[in-house]
């Protein structure tokens, strides 16, 4: 079981991997294994050699697109993102400093321990070269008649007396030739001091050119650079080895390769200090420094007693810094413990700073990250659908209120959610209300002889509160109806819907074309006082027309007056009474009007007539008028169309404050 989870991990990692890869990355690999083929054949072809060249470029490109997706996949997650900003920020430039430091203090100490040598060195040359000067110094008040030979013996002898203990190995020689002197030190010069490499090796040498009486002789001094003489050189130094050399011609070099002013050397020959090795060091990660560094050139003296071009020496030496320190701060006598001591521990105070910030900074990184990782779990329980989840809240600082922040919201989207379904529900029951005020309405038209009628209703709400009806109630007789119902919505269409079963019932019964329109309004009025508040009532206006007669009769209770457009004139329809729903006992007149031929009966609600243009200024029942005697002779679809235009026109907006019901009858 446990191996088919592997096995299906990493099928899913690998094809995860297999998507990630572009067009480009496939080609990369496809020339990476053809230039691993290519390396196989042993066919020398250009192709193969390019074919390499495209593999090599191929592994740098691959390299390069693998660090990309692991610094993708590092940087990812915010913690690690702060702690690598962390590490570049303090840790890095800690270590670069630290490593600068012990760089720059490894380059200190191996050029001291090069000083030390080269001054050792260099104050044995100028002792020899002191005996020198003291040996001719005596050579020239030797008294007149005293034998040459037996005075430089003495001189000589005295000379090794004092500075044998000194310079072991020293050797004093007068002689008459002094080319070697000429050859070395130059013509007009009368000494040298220095180091010489001869058939007998490296040494420190001073020629001296005396003048006795007799001509002219010269004294020279060598002491051989042996193994017993650098045992003694540099004491705070450790193994010491003096590496000398000749021109590098060519071929296979026989030691040791040195380049130094544009010239090759190899090693020559090799003098190793006897009895020397490295101090124990101080402390337990006290390292050695190894040095090698170039001393002074020695002048080369053949076999036959040509000097030919000086030859460089090359010193290769180790030491302790802690013997380095001890003889650069030799000179601080008693001070130097305290100095030692205080530098100790400032070191320690700054590692302490400096270790309690690295652990203030992994600190608050793994808060910050973990503030965020509870953020982000968050939204993970948000995204499946749970809104119940809350932040832990455990600080007052600014990711605490980002929290609660956090938790505020997901709480307003529970009850935004929550209002959205409520609203839903609410919208679902408009949308219901608004399919059955929709039935309420005449579906079609009755077919009245000399009739043409039409009606539009347009709501400012989902549902309306305006209420049109056609009533055919014989043959030659029909009930046009308007109302407008206080206030708008589902309340409005409530009373709406009521007015209507109690107008259907009353005009329905049989006989009801020869009842008086007033009092169907007067029984309207009282089932409306009856059955609803007393803030709600309603405009009214009902009329019957009998195309037989060619008669109207009409009641209006509190409704704007509809009007009667004639070729002659226009007569307004308001008589009648209150509106409905307010008193019980109102009195209600009917009208009756003979109708003339080619007559447009045009009724309206005051959503019709209200809209305000820019001004302020109402569209008015005259304007109203004027735009349906414009249009009067047109058929009563056309003339409800124009009349709703104008209306909106006169707005400007296509947004509605109130309901707008219009009706139109042709009374041919």
């Not at 007149?144 to 090794?160: D, F, I, K, Y």
């Not at 050859?183 to 058939?199: C, I, N």
């Not at 296979?252 to 006897?274: D, K, L, M």
Request: charged share 20%; glycine share 6%; proline share 3%.
């Amino acid at each position: 079981m446990v191996v088919r989870e592997l096995m299906s991990a990493l099928r899913t990692q690998l094809r995860q991997f297999w998507r990630r890869l572009t067009r480009l990355d496939l080609a990369a690999l496809v020339v990476l294994l053809a230039g691993a083929v290519a390396s196989e054949v042993e066919v020398q072809s250009r192709i193969l050699g390019f074919l390499e060249f495209l593999a090599v470029l191929s592994i740098g490109y691959l390299i390069y697109r693998v660090i990309a997706w692991g610094r993708n996949r590092l940087l990812w997650s915010l913690r690690n993102r702060l702690i690598v900003a962390y590490l570049f920020i303090a840790v890095v430039p800690i270590l670069l400093i630290m490593t600068f430091v012990v760089l720059a203090g490894r380059f200190l100490y191996s050029q001291l321990g090069a000083y030390l040598l080269y001054e050792d060195l260099h104050r044995r040359i100028e002792i020899v070269t002191d005996i020198a000067e003291h040996i001719a110094a005596a050579h020239d008040y030797l008294p007149h008649g005293a034998n040459q030979e037996e005075t430089e013996r003495v001189l000589a002898a005295q000379s090794h007396v004092v500075h044998d203990r000194q310079l072991p190995g020293l050797t004093i020689e007068f002689s008459n030739d002094v080319s070697v002197l000429r050859k070395v030190a130059g013509p007009a010069r009368m000494s040298f001091a220095g180091l010489l490499q001869d058939e007998k090796g490296l040494a420190l040498v001073s020629l001296r050119e005396l003048e006795p009486p007799n001509g002219k002789r010269i004294v020279r001094l060598r002491l051989p650079v042996s193994e017993e003489m650098l045992a003694t050189v540099a004491p705070d130094l450790g193994e010491i080895q003096l590496n000398l050399t000749q021109p590098y011609n060519g071929g296979a070099p026989r030691g040791v390769i040195y380049t130094t002013a544009g010239v090759q050397y190899e090693t020559a020959g090799r003098i190793v200090a006897r009895n020397r090795s490295l101090q124990p060091a101080a402390f337990w990660f006290e390292p050695s420094v190894n040095v090698v560094s170039r001393l002074e050139d020695a002048v080369f003296v053949a076999k036959d007693g040509t000097v030919g071009k000086s030859r460089p020496v090359f010193a290769v030496f180790s030491a302790r810094p802690s013997s380095l320190s001890g003889r650069m701060f030799s000179t601080l006598g008693e001070l130097r413990d305290s100095y030692l001591i205080l530098f100790a521990v400032l070191a320690a105070f700054f590692m302490f700073i400096w270790v309690a910030a690295f652990i203030t900074g992994v600190v608050l990184t793994r808060q910050i990250t973990k503030a965020v990782a509870d953020l982000y779990q968050a939204t993970q329980y948000v995204q499946s659908g749970d809104l119940t989840h809350r932040v832990r809240i455990e600080r007052r600082d600014q990711l605490g209120v980002l929290a609660e922040s956090f938790n505020l919201m997901t709480g307003s989207i529970s009850g935004l959610i929550e209002e959205q379904k409520k609203r839903q529900r609410l919208e679902n029951e408009i949308s219901i209300a608004r399919e059955v005020q929709n039935q309420l309405f005449p579906q079609k038209f009755p077919v009245v002889p000399g009739v043409e009628m039409e009606a539009i209703c347009k709501a400012a709400r989902s549902v309306s509160g305006d209420y049109y009806d056609f009533i055919q109630l014989s043959p030659t007789h029909l009930a046009i109806a308007v109302a407008d119902i206080s206030g708008k919505g589902i309340s409005a269409a409530l009373l709406m819907a009521s007015l209507q079963a109690a107008l259907r019932s009353q005009m329905l019964a049989e006989g009801s074309e020869h009842m008086s329109t007033a009092e169907l309004v007067s029984r309207l009025n009282k089932h409306l006082v009856r059955n609803t508040g007393d803030d709600r009532f309603a405009t009214f206006f009902i009329a019957v027309y009998d195309s037989a007669t060619r008669t109207l009769r009409y009641t209006n209770a509190g409704h704007l007056p509809s009007f009667l457009i004639s070729k002659d004139a226009a007569l307004h329809l308001d008589m009648g009474g209150m509106v409905l729903g307010v008193s019980d006992d109102i009195c209600y007149e009917e009208g009756l009007v003979s109708v003339p031929r080619d007559s447009l009966l045009v009724g309206y609600s005051d959503g019709l007539v209200e809209p305000e243009n820019v001004y302020g200024e109402e569209f008015g029942i005259k304007r109203l008028q004027q735009a349906a005697v414009y249009v009067q002779g047109s058929r009563p679809r056309v003339v409800a169309e124009a009349l709703m235009n104008a209306a909106e026109e006169w707005a400007g907006t296509p947004e509605q404050a109130d309901d707008m019901t219009v009706i139109v009858a042709r009374l041919r």
